[in-house]
């Protein structure tokens, strides 16, 4: 009886939370395309040049590649011979899965990676994190370099976002001492924490116990001068890769110039925002914020604005789609038949 009032209980939380997040893509798509003619922006997106297209998808390509890289690089002193093939295709599952419930992709490639690597779903998790928190803070990095690029004033713009920034800073900030805190006093700072919390709530203290493990694990796994150098340098080139995804999506289109890569720069920083929140696959919020920094910085029409926003999401999230479908119908599927076969043999022996 316990049990099946906490599997209710669990499936309750997962559609409430799928449906906030529905009722979230929903209210920023109402935002982005509220008072645009539809039909102009389909026209628009119909006479797109199809050779940019490709160029802006072999971009966005190139851009997770080195983002599997990068995870290679994390890995490497748990595991220096991680499969690329494993790593890259355990991203783009979780990416797809994040298309259709948000988040949760996270878990699905750390697990299918622990399980190709025979590798701890702890660990696998950590590491995931720590690529969330070197994404965190590149973001708020790339937004400080846009608000020295951009010759306008973006807080003009967004009056939001200075608010954002400084927010954003001090929660860095704290989140760095805490992983530092972890992994140099992981014993003496793990137990201080958890009597702390569990004052309050011993179910809260489980998780967050949960969690210092995963953060101390993944921490731990970035080892050496030359992999923090290599994880820095990676992650710039990702930024600079998908600045440029975002200038070759202006040249889809005959009616957005003249243009510049430092737009590119600009427009992929305010875009991604959209990105962290919690809608599938950045549904909604990547149209406002994309469509707004087009309009409202750059002076661009708001039917062109609204077909930029549109196309470009469009394009990457059939890509994470067809990419996570080919993943599990050729990769896994091929995989499981080849540990059956194996498993075949070893009962004749």
Same mark, same amino acid.
């Given at each position: 009886m316990t049990s099946d009032r906490i599997k209710n209980s669990s499936i309750l939380k997962a559609f409430l939370s799928y449906g906030i997040s529905l009722s979230l893509a929903v209210?920023?798509? *109402? /935002?982005?395309?509220?008072?645009?003619?539809?039909?102009?922006? &389909?026209?628009?997106?119909?006479?797109?040049?199809?050779?940019?297209?490709?160029?802006?998808?072999?971009t966005l390509f190139l851009?997770?590649?080195?983002?599997?890289?990068?995870?290679?690089?994390?890995?490497?002193?748990?595991? #220096? +011979?991680?499969?690329?093939?494993?790593?890259?295709?355990?991203?783009? @599952?979780?990416?797809?899965?994040?298309?259709?419930? #948000?988040?949760?992709?996270?878990?699905?490639?750390?697990?299918?990676?622990?399980?190709?690597? +025979?590798?701890?779903?702890?660990?696998?998790?950590?590491?995931?994190? @720590?690529?969330?928190?070197?994404?965190?803070?590149?973001?708020?990095?790339a937004v400080l370099v846009s608000v020295f690029v951009w010759r306008e004033n973006l807080y003009d713009s967004f009056p939001w976002l200075e608010t954002t920034l400084y927010f954003a800073g001090i929660?860095?900030?704290?989140?760095?001492? &805490?992983?530092?805190?972890?992994?140099? *006093?992981?014993?003496?700072?793990?137990?201080?924490?958890?009597?702390?919390?569990?004052?309050?709530s011993e179910k809260f203290a489980t998780k967050l116990a949960y969690i210092f493990e995963m953060l101390t694990e993944g921490f731990s796994s970035l080892k050496g001068i030359r992999n923090y150098i290599y994880t820095v340098l990676l992650t710039l080139v990702i930024l600079l890769v998908y600045a440029l995804s975002s200038?070759?999506?202006?040249?889809?289109?005959?009616?957005?110039? #003249?243009?510049?890569?430092? &737009?590119?720069?600009?427009?992929?920083?305010?875009?991604?925002?959209?990105? /962290?929140?919690?809608?599938?696959?950045?549904?909604? %919020?990547?149209?406002?914020?994309?469509? %707004?920094?087009l309009v409202l910085l750059f002076g661009f029409g708001e039917t062109v604005s609204a077909a930029y926003a549109f196309l470009t999401h469009i394009i990457s999230y059939f890509l994470f789609i067809f990419t996570a479908l080919f993943v599990y119908f050729v990769v896994i599927k091929q995989k499981n038949r080849l540990i059956k076969v194996v498993e075949t043999k070893l009962d004749d022996l």
């Open positions: 209210i920023f798509l *109402y /935002i982005a395309f509220h008072g645009v003619n539809i039909s102009e922006v &389909m026209d628009i997106v119909s006479n797109a040049s199809v050779l940019w297209m490709v160029v802006f998808t072999v851009g997770h590649l080195i983002r599997a890289l990068r995870w290679k690089v994390i890995l490497n002193s748990v595991k #220096p +011979n991680t499969s690329f093939k494993h790593l890259f295709s355990a991203l783009m @599952v979780g990416y797809g899965v994040n298309c259709v419930t #948000p988040k949760l992709g996270e878990i699905t490639r750390a697990v299918l990676l622990g399980k190709w690597e +025979n590798l701890s779903r702890s660990s696998m998790f950590g590491t995931v994190i @720590v690529e969330r928190v070197i994404d965190i803070i590149s973001l708020g990095l929660m860095m900030l704290i989140v760095i001492l &805490m992983i530092y805190l972890t992994v140099k *006093y992981k014993d003496k700072f793990y137990g201080f924490i958890i009597r702390l919390f569990s004052k309050l200038y070759i999506g202006f040249f889809m289109f005959q009616e957005l110039k #003249p243009v510049t890569y430092e &737009m590119g720069w600009v427009l992929m920083s305010i875009a991604a925002i959209g990105v /962290i929140i919690p809608t599938p696959g950045a549904t909604g %919020s990547y149209h406002t914020l994309a469509k %707004s920094t």
